[in-house]
């Protein structure tokens, strides 16, 4: 039998966000794994040793002290010690709320970034628990792991979180929602919903197996992306009534062009409500 | 000539008549006679004259929508694309009075010809995506006020409309060149940032 896979995993400058996310996994699952150390988890005293799997989760910082350390410098101690680092969340990868990431900062290289072929990035704010346990389980069968330019795995990243969205029938149309959390319509066109745009897999693979925010009807924030946090998530952005960021992989003037064909052909069945309130037209008339 | 390069005679044909005698008082046959054809043949070409209409809104849409790509396309500021739009719209409507006399007198009078087909921009596309492009350039550059797209767009198309319109009605005191400055600046002046 195969001996189990060292697991280390430290916080950076984080929230502790992506670890409580990956808390609401079965655990046992860590029993595959020796978990050499976790800042929430009963494990081992830290020490700087060797991993299989190194996770740092939060951005990284200079002058920031960590378990003894500066933060910079134990991450690059731990780094050369690891088979595998996984940057576990934006903050890790690049830099979201709270720093730099290790491979990029923001758009630009980060300080890990000659040793990116080490790294596996899952952005995410936070990220979503079956991603890291895929990865993991991954890592653990040793089987191969494909990613993308910037170091995601393409199976969870290819997609956008457009992908799956129960609201796709509105976003075809041009139907918009009229107000947030109803189930009807499309939060994309005033709603802030940056769906079309965003690298993930939120509406193949649920949250807690049942929900997605977009489904929920609360825009997507776009919170895998290089730039995220941007301001004003609950509204989209436009230049003279356009949106300013378009569905990928298609030209603006397509675009313009096949949403301009949609709004002029009215969908009869979406404009009105599919289903009606019953209280709806007593609380218009109060 | 090809069945493309005849149906293009046939639409001009069709919009010199639309324009000298108006749409509802021109026929097929008209149509036909002028351009010297059987209105069999006509027939071929054109099921209808409410498809021929239509045919017609979506050339005019793409020789003006392609036309504005090529100034979209250039390297130069709002203000300058301004001006260029407005020559193009005056010089069109100069060269060819009958495509504004269409535009005004036939599409936007008779919208009951248009709607199989041709509801809300749908036969006009071409020409409105270019200037919704447009004003969306020069408000990610900053050189235009970020606002509600139909206010920019009516105050620039229903202006330059409003004074091609005027001139084929001999109302100007003077040539539609005259008024491509002070209109161009007048559009930059209401639009820009």
């Excluded at chain 1, 081992?44 to 002058?63: H, M, T, W």
């Excluded at chain 2, 010199?16 to 097929?28: E, M, Q, V």
């Excluded at chain 2, 010089?91 to 006399?101: R, S």
């Excluded at chain 2, 767009?153 to 003077?174: C, H, P, Q, S, T």
Aim: charged content about 25%; aromatic content about 12%; overall charge neutral.
């Amino acid at each position: 039998m195969r001996s189990k896979p060292k697991l280390l995993w430290i916080d950076a400058v984080s929230c502790n966000g992506c670890s409580h996310s990956f808390f609401n996994i079965d655990l046992s699952f860590l029993d595959n794994f020796e978990l050499l150390y976790h800042p929430l988890l009963p494990s081992g005293d830290f020490k700087i040793q060797n991993s299989d799997i190194l996770i740092v989760e939060g951005a990284i910082k200079p002058n920031f002290l960590r378990l003894g350390f500066d933060l910079n410098e134990l991450i690059s101690k731990l780094f050369f010690k690891a088979k595998t680092v996984i940057a576990l969340g934006t903050c890790a990868v690049y830099g979201g709320i709270f720093g730099e990431g290790l491979v990029f900062n923001k758009t630009s290289k980060g300080k890990f970034f000659k040793c990116k072929d080490k790294v596996i990035n899952i952005p995410g704010c936070p990220v979503h628990p079956e991603w890291l346990f895929y990865i993991l389980n991954m890592l653990k069968e040793n089987k191969k792991i494909v990613l993308d330019e910037l170091n995601r795995p393409v199976e969870i990243f290819s997609y956008t979180s457009h992908m799956g969205c129960t609201r796709n029938e509105y976003f075809e149309w041009k139907v918009d929602a009229e107000r947030f959390g109803e189930k009807e319509g499309c939060l994309f066109y005033y709603f802030g919903c940056q769906g079309p745009f965003t690298h993930s897999s939120c509406n193949k693979i649920l949250w807690n197996e049942v929900n997605s925010k977009p489904r929920a009807g609360t825009p997507c924030f776009g919170c895998t992306e290089p730039l995220f946090p941007k301001e004003n998530l609950f509204q989209t952005e436009t230049f003279m009534g356009i949106p300013a960021n378009i569905p990928l992989g298609v030209s603006k003037r397509a675009y313009l062009t096949l949403s301009g064909i949609a709004k002029s052909l009215t969908n009869e069945r979406l404009t009105k409500k599919l289903i009606k309130c019953e209280n709806e037209d007593k609380q218009k008339d109060n | 000539m090809s069945k493309e390069e005849r149906k293009l005679e046939i639409m001009k044909t069709a919009l010199n008549l639309f324009a000298k005698r108006g749409f509802y008082n021109t026929t097929i046959a008209d149509i036909a006679r002028e351009m010297g054809m059987s209105v069999g043949n006509m027939y071929n070409y054109f099921p209808s004259k409410e498809s021929l209409a239509k045919e017609l809104l979506i050339y005019t849409s793409k020789v003006f929508g392609e036309e504005i790509r090529k100034i979209n396309e250039m390297d130069i500021s709002s203000k300058e694309k301004i001006k260029k739009i407005v020559e193009l719209y005056f010089k069109k409507a100069q060269e060819e009075p009958e495509l504004v006399d269409y535009f005004m007198r036939v599409y936007l009078s008779n919208k009951e010809i248009f709607n199989n087909g041709c509801e809300g921009m749908l036969c006009v596309s071409a020409f409105v995506t270019e200037i919704m492009i447009f004003f969306e350039e020069g408000v990610r550059k900053k050189e235009l006020k970020n606002q509600d797209f139909f206010a920019a767009f009516g105050l620039f198309m229903g202006y330059i409309g409003g004074l091609a319109f005027l001139n084929r009605e001999n109302i100007l005191g003077k040539s539609l060149d005259e008024y491509i400055e002070p209109v161009s600046e007048n559009i930059y002046n209401a639009l820009k940032a």
